[in-house]
T-cell receptor, first 111, second 112 residues
Framework: LAKTTQPISMDSYEGQEVNITCSHNNIATNDYITWYQQFPSQGPRFIIQGYKTKVTNEVASLFIPADRKSSTLSLPRVSLSDTAVYYCLVGRDNYGQNFVFGPGTRLSVLP | DADVTQTPRNRITKTGKRIMLECSQTKGHDRMYWYRQDPGLGLRLIYYSFDVKDINKGEISDGYSVSRQAQAKFSLSLESAIPNQTALYFC???????????FGSGTQLSVL
């Protein structure tokens, strides 16, 4: 399972765009990239998933370069309620592999 | 997510006691997982199951056991609870097609 590296913490202000980058140098050909959001004392919640190029939904965008060795989660115009921990997961849950969460990125949105 | 229900929400127990945490889901997913989270840290996988009668150890299975009684039910047991098992426990499910995880609300366990 590809190991991921993300910044431990980030600060932003309301209304700004936030970009969180995840490095995954050992990503395998079949691996997807998935991002989750976690609020205190709650379970993580799925945000977005992608394989290559760009994916956009109503919450965020995910940018994946051609070599797929990194990915960037983009949150447009953040609000205070976006303060949370964001996790990047890489891999497929097949053949005994499993989903491994790193420490994530703690995003603090300031007024 | 109301589709993944964990009981109890909170539990206080004493060292040496056997306790069970329950998880049930209405999403129809085959795959179920138990994670543990300590304050300020990420989630660590305890056990996972891809189907009924399929049980696999995760990265921190020592001191824990699980039972997959049905497709919709996956329980976690602490045979003899110890204080360092005090943590927030999450159950999750996923399907083989999208492999997106859906989490329950968690069980806060305190071992005194």
């Amino acid at each position: 399972l590809a190991k991921t590296t993300q910044p431990i913490s980030m600060d932003s202000y309301e209304g700004q765009e936030v970009n969180i980058t995840c490095s995954h140098n050992n990503i395998a050909t079949n691996d997807y990239i998935t991002w989750y959001q976690q609020f205190p004392s709650q379970g993580p919640r799925f945000i977005i998933q992608g394989y290559k190029t760009k994916v956009t939904n109503e919450v965020a965008s995910l940018f994946i370069p051609a070599d797929r060795k990194s990915s960037t989660l983009s949150l447009p115009r953040v609000s205070l309620s976006d303060t949370a921990v964001y996790y990047c997961l890489v891999g497929r849950d097949n053949y005994g592999q499993n989903f491994v969460f790193g420490p994530g990125t703690r995003l603090s949105v300031l007024p | 997510d109301a589709d993944v229900t964990q009981t109890p929400r909170n539990r206080i127990t004493k060292t040496g006691k056997r306790i069970m945490l329950e998880c049930s889901q209405t999403k129809g997913h085959d795959r179920m997982y138990w994670y543990r989270q300590d304050p300020g840290l990420g989630l660590r996988l305890i056990y996972y199951s891809f189907d009924v009668k399929d049980i696999n150890k995760g990265e921190i299975s020592d001191g824990y056991s699980v039972s997959r009684q049905a497709q919709a039910k996956f329980s976690l047991s602490l045979e003899s609870a110890i204080p360092n098992q005090t943590a927030l426990y999450f159950c999750a499910t996923s399907d083989s097609l999208t492999e997106k995880l859906f989490f329950g609300s968690g069980t806060q366990l305190s071992v005194l």
